[in-house]
């Protein structure tokens, strides 16, 4: 069964320090990853997603992401964190089974950004 | 452009008690999707329609009813609300047909307590 996990409920990091949130994933076949946030009191927001290709994806906000094969890893970073960053961070995996695109979302991770 | 929008915001029920749940999207996607989001769960999937026309069951179905009216709405039901619904609900949206990889586009959520 295909599968995400942020092993990180919080992320704390100070403004202007890079940031690492963490996923790590399990599937069967090519994995098609997405990292979304959420604001507070809002829906989820799209930021990037890895299909195919470069390992590194580069997303909304300034934020990137890097697939690792071997590692079965999709980490979100940013090189300079904002205190606006801080948010609800999600990554998902896409699982198509029985015909259907469907995502398959990790518990989350939140991330502070102190000033 | 609104993109995709939930009613109502808020709700609070009485165990037993039943509520539709309306989402609409303007964006002239085919697949649409009802969510649920508890703490430290993720976003666990309810009920999807791939197409106008057509619904499916999610991973927790469970309590719960849907309706694709047309190709903009689709309405989620609880039937006999119990305090375990007491979630936060969100719909979602996407271009593609079955079997794409595509981004899903979030409403802003709906609270719902069930007493």
């Known amino acids: 069964a295909q599968s995400v996990a942020q092993p990180e409920d919080q992320v704390n990091v100070a403004e202007g320090n890079p940031l690492t949130v963490k996923c790590t994933y399990s599937?069967?076949?090519?994995?098609?990853l997405f990292w979304y946030v959420q604001y507070p009191n809002r829906g989820l927001q799209f930021l990037l997603k890895?299909?195919?290709?470069?390992?590194l994806v580069k997303g909304s906000y300034g934020f990137e992401a890097e697939f690792n094969k071997s590692q079965t890893s999709f980490h979100l970073k940013k090189p300079s964190a904002l205190v606006s960053d801080s948010a609800l961070y999600f990554c998902?995996?896409?699982?198509?089974?029985?015909?259907?695109?469907?995502?398959?979302f990790g518990a989350g991770t939140r991330l502070a950004v102190h000033p | 452009n609104a993109g995709v929008t939930q009613t109502p915001k808020f709700q609070v029920l009485k165990t037993g008690q039943s509520m539709t749940l309306q989402c609409a999207q303007d964006?002239?996607?085919?697949?649409m999707y009802w969510y649920r989001q508890d703490p430290g769960m993720g976003l666990r999937l309810i009920y999807y329609?791939?197409?106008?026309?057509?619904?499916d069951k999610g991973e927790v179905p469970n309590g719960y009813n849907v309706s694709r009216l047309n190709k903009r709405e689709f309405s989620l039901r609880l039937e006999s609300a119990a305090p375990s619904q007491t979630s936060v609900y969100f719909c979602?949206?996407?271009?593609?047909?079955?079997?794409?990889?595509?981004?899903?586009?979030f409403g802003p959520g709906t609270r719902l307590t069930v007493l």
């Open positions: 998902a995996v896409r699982s198509f089974s029985g015909g259907y695109n469907k995502l398959i």
């Open positions: 964006m002239n996607h085919n697949s």
């Open positions: 599937v069967s076949g090519n994995p098609y």
């Open positions: 890895y299909i195919t290709g470069d390992n």
């Open positions: 979602a949206s996407s271009e593609a047909p079955r079997g794409a990889i595509d981004t899903q586009y």
């Open positions: 329609s791939a197409s106008e026309g057509t619904t």
